[in-house]
């Protein structure tokens, strides 16, 4: 089955710019949605498609994807976004969805 | 406005079964693909199971497989989840989620609803 990887854990500055990396065999072909969840509540789809941002969630928020790796780019980091962080594909070759294990983004 | 409200949830013994029901409002379930995703405690997202927009085709996690169906009422508007067998590594949250039109994005969550497989 389809394996994404995801670092455990992120730190980063107020202010600065996180990039939290998705890695799975040819990544690039698929498309990467990415996935907030700060404790005890639902996640947030914060990007999709690789590349787009759902209504309502800030520029800050960007992704890139090819080769091997998805990224997704946090800039002017603020408190507020100190969550975990998932993503996620669909593998069309066993019809079934796959997440990365999950990325905890903390804020100094 | 989209919103997904999960039930069901609870405490059941191994092998034994429940079902959960995300009633969905702000939109007609038969337009869409829906999800079940679960989440461990203290542990990461998993997928569990999708269904298309008209019912016809169903989708599972290897682990659940043979164990788990997913059903939609539409004339509820409410999407199901029925859980046989279940083991104690089942224990999660389960969530209820919308996908995206056309494409397979989810774009709409749920709240969740405990499930704890314990004897």
């Known amino acids: 089955s389809y394996v994404l990887t995801q670092p455990l854990s992120v730190s980063v500055a107020p202010g600065k710019t996180a990039r939290i990396t998705c890695g799975g065999n040819?990544?690039?072909?698929?498309?990467v949605h990415w996935y907030q969840q700060k404790p005890g509540q639902a996640p947030v789809l914060v990007i999709c498609?690789?590349?787009d941002r759902p209504s309502g969630i800030p520029e800050r928020f960007s992704g890139s994807n090819s080769g091997n790796t998805a990224t997704l780019t946090i800039s002017r980091v603020e408190d507020g976004d100190e969550a975990d962080y998932y993503c996620?594909?669909?593998?069309?070759?066993?019809?079934?969805?796959?997440f990365g294990g999950g990325t905890k983004l903390t804020v100094l | 406005e989209v919103q997904l409200v999960e039930s069901g949830g609870g405490l059941v013994q191994p092998g034994g079964s429940l079902r959960l029901s995300c009633a969905a409002s702000?939109?007609?379930?038969?337009?869409?693909?829906m999800h079940w995703v679960r989440q461990a405690p203290g542990k990461g997202l998993v997928w569990v199971s999708r269904?298309?927009?008209?019912?016809?085709?169903?989708y599972y996690a290897d682990s659940v497989k043979g164990r788990f169906t997913i059903s939609r009422d539409t004339a509820k508007n409410t999407l199901y989840l029925q859980m046989n067998s279940l083991r104690a590594e089942d224990t999660a949250v389960y969530y209820c989620?919308?996908?995206?039109?056309?494409?397979?994005?989810?774009?709409?969550w749920g709240q969740g609803t405990l499930v704890t497989v314990s004897s």
């Open positions: 989620a919308k996908e995206d039109y056309g494409g397979n994005s989810i774009d709409y």
């Open positions: 702000g939109f007609t379930i038969s337009t869409y693909w």
């Open positions: 269904i298309n927009s008209n019912g016809s085709s169903t």
């Open positions: 040819n990544i690039g072909r698929k498309s």
């Open positions: 498609y690789d590349i």
């Open positions: 996620q594909v669909w593998d069309s070759s066993s019809d079934q969805g796959v």
